[in-house]
C-alpha cells in the first residue's frame, strides 16, 4: 500500500463548478500535511498548509480527519487557471522530516 | 531570491556513463531531499537529509548515491546510468520542527539515458 494515495482523477470541470479531492495517508506518525500544486512540466509549488481545524484561502478549503487519516481539499467557483495537477504531501515526525508525496490527482477546468 | 537552484537543467547520459547532479540553497534550510519524476506520475523520494551529515533513503534509492556536502549543498550521483533512471529529478529543502515546514523545489532536471 501506498504511504500517500489520491483519488486518481483527471477531473474535467467547467468554470465556476466546485471540485473536492481527497487524499489518504497510512503512517499515523505523519505530523504535518499540505497541498501542492505543479503545472505541467514545472516544479510543484505549495498551494496550502493543511491545519488539525481545517483553513480556507479564498477559494480553497483543506481539511484534516486525523483518525481517518484522511485529507481533503475543496477549490470553490473554479477558473481555468485553476488547472494543474494537485499534489496531496505528508511530513513525518520525529528527527526525519520526511516529505512523502501522493500521485497527484489532475484538473482540467473547461469553460 | 535564489531559493533551491539545480544543475544541471537538461542532461543526455549513455548507458553506463556516470553523472552527478547538484542542487543549492540558500534559505538556511535543515533539510533536504532527491525525488523523480516519471511521465504521469507523481515525486518518488529518492534519498533525504534530514539536517546536515545525515542522509536517508527513500522509496527508490538503487542506482544512486548522495553527498551532504555542507547545509546548503546536496547532490545525487548516477554511477553507472541506466535507461530506466530517465525522468525529471527534483531536488528540495525544508525547514523543521512544528514551524511552517513547507518545501521549496529547484526547477527540475530533465535527464535521458541512451
Known amino acids: 500500500r501506498k504511504e500517500v494515495e489520491q483519488d486518481p482523477g483527471p477531473f474535467n470541470v467547467p468554470e465556476g463548478a466546485t471540485v473536492a479531492f481527497n487524499c489518504t495517508y497510512s503512517n499515523s506518525a505523519s505530523q504535518s500535511f499540505f497541498w501542492y500544486r505543479q503545472d505541467c512540466r514545472k516544479e510543484p509549488k505549495l498551494l496550502m498548509s493543511v491545519y488539525s481545524s481545517g483553513n480556507e484561502d479564498g477559494r480553497f478549503t483543506a481539511q484534516l480527519n486525523r483518525a481517518s487519516q484522511y485529507i481533503s481539499l475543496l477549490i470553490r467557483d473554479s477558473k481555468l487557471s485553476d488547472s494543474a495537477t494537485y499534489l496531496c504531501v505528508v511530513r513525518l515526525s520525529g528527527g526525519y522530516n520526511k516529505l512523502i508525496f501522493g500521485a497527484g490527482t489532475r484538473l482540467a477546468v473547461h469553460p | ?114
Open chain 2, 1 to 114: 531570491n535564489a531559493g533551491v537552484t539545480q544543475t544541471p537543467k537538461f542532461q543526455v547520459l549513455k548507458t553506463g556513463q556516470s553523472m552527478t547532479l547538484q542542487c543549492a540553497q540558500d534559505m538556511n534550510h535543515n533539510s533536504m531531499y532527491w525525488y523523480r519524476q516519471d511521465p504521469g506520475m507523481g515525486l518518488r523520494l529518492i534519498y533525504y537529509s534530514a539536517s546536515e551529515g545525515t542522509t536517508d533513503k527513500g522509496e527508490v534509492p538503487n542506482g544512486y548515491n548522495v553527498s551532504r556536502l555542507n547545509k546548503r549543498e546536496f547532490s545525487l550521483r548516477l554511477e553507472s546510468a541506466a535507461p530506466s533512471q530517465t525522468s525529471v529529478y527534483f531536488c528540495a529543502s525544508s525547514g523543521m520542527g512544528q514551524a511552517k515546514t513547507e518545501a521549496f523545489f529547484g526547477q527540475g532536471t530533465r535527464l535521458t539515458v541512451v
